[in-house]
């Protein structure tokens, strides 16, 4: 059981927009910024987005993330074959002392 | 070029130990903290622990307090990860990570097989 909430699963078309949620408390996602990992198959994970909706350089402008209250959110528009990959959520939890990732969720490109 | 290559994983028994290495290179060493996350067969990403850039401050997750240890040596340019009282549940793909937020970068990861 992880700390922070993901759907499983998520799918789409090419072309159309996804969101993937990420839910947490007011001790991880309340007071602290989240980022967010895609882990192709095979390979290791690779950051995304950092501190809710920044992407490093190199991350296409189709990914974006937001963060309202206790939850994170991050989207992914004009979908694309490549796209199909595991997503993680991560964030420092204050409680804990620890930092908590979401159960992941694969994307599948229909 | 950015590189973390870890080494030491292999087939432990039950209640054995490994010691993992991160070799880094490419990039500053001593200007960030460093990570473990694990990913058991076929399941999620977990974080082990980390140490800060100076190695003064080190944190745990609960499953592996007390069983594991992380540490640095600055002049190796090297993070590592001491498993003592290995469980079955302890195997995983074992990723070392510069950062997690802004500037992350991970290896490729060094499999730990638990098994008799």
């Known amino acids: 059981q992880s700390v922070l909430t993901q759907p499983p699963s998520a799918s789409g078309t090419p072309g159309q927009r996804v969101t993937i949620s990420c839910s947490g408390s007011?001790?991880?996602?309340?007071?602290?910024?989240v980022n967010w990992y895609q882990q192709l198959p095979g390979t290791a994970p690779k950051l995304l987005i950092y501190s809710n909706n920044q992407r490093p350089s190199g991350v296409p402008d189709r990914f974006s993330g937001s963060k309202s209250g206790t939850s994170a959110s991050l989207a992914i528009s004009g979908l694309q074959s490549e796209d199909e990959a595991d997503y993680y959520c991560a964030t420092w939890d204050d409680r804990l002392n620890v930092w908590v990732f979401g159960g992941g969720t694969k994307v599948t490109v229909l | 070029e950015v590189q973390l290559v870890e080494s030491g994983g292999g087939l432990v028994q039950p209640g054995g130990s490994l010691r993992l290495s991160c070799a880094a290179s490419g990039f500053s060493f001593t200007s960030y903290w460093m990570h473990w996350v694990r990913q058991a067969p076929g399941k999620g990403l977990v974080w082990v622990s980390h140490i800060n850039d100076d190695g003064s401050r080190t944190d745990y997750a609960d499953s592996v307090k007390g069983r594991f240890t992380i540490s640095r040596d600055n002049a190796k340019n090297t993070l590592y990860l001491q498993m003592n009282s290995l469980r079955a549940e302890d195997t995983a793909l074992y990723f070392c990570a510069r950062g997690l937020s802004q500037g992350s970068y991970w290896g490729q990861g060094i499999l730990v097989t638990v098994s008799s």
């Open positions: 007011t001790s991880n996602i309340g007071p602290n910024p």
